[in-house]
């Protein structure tokens, strides 16, 4: 009637799992909640940085690694996706590490 038809042809349907298979590792890694996570981390170490010196330093830039580190989880869980989770936290923590490291590295050079 309007051009639809209720049959599809078997090439179709093969065509489109495909596609669907090859976009979702893409999805999976929800970029966004990624970068929000280094986001809010380099802010962690960046007030670490500034405004704490001395000995005490350091137990402030492990606390900002623990809160970067829930902040991780509460972001991939609230993707509600299973598939690549561990990957995702794993990858999101260790970023989060490297971009509190490399502030405070540079802090450690210019200050």
């Known amino acids: 009637m309007n051009g639809i038809s ?9 065509a489109q799992a495909e596609q ?7 999805a999976s890694w ?3 909640r990624l970068v929000t996570a280094w986001a809010i981390a380099a802010v962690f170490g960046a007030l670490v940085t500034v405004l704490v010196r001395g000995d005490a330093r350091f137990s402030w830039l492990v606390l900002a690694i623990g809160v970067s580190t829930l902040v991780t989880f509460a972001l991939q869980l609230g993707t509600a996706q299973r ?17 509190i490291a490399v502030i405070d590295a540079v802090g450690l050079l210019l200050g």
């Open 6 to 14: 209720a049959e599809s042809e078997p090439g179709q349907e093969a």
């Open 20 to 26: 669907l298979e090859q976009a979702a590792p893409v």
């Open 30 to 32: 929800h970029l966004g």
């Open 83 to 99: 598939e690549g989770f561990i990957t995702r936290v794993s990858f999101s923590v260790a970023g989060s590490v490297l971009v």
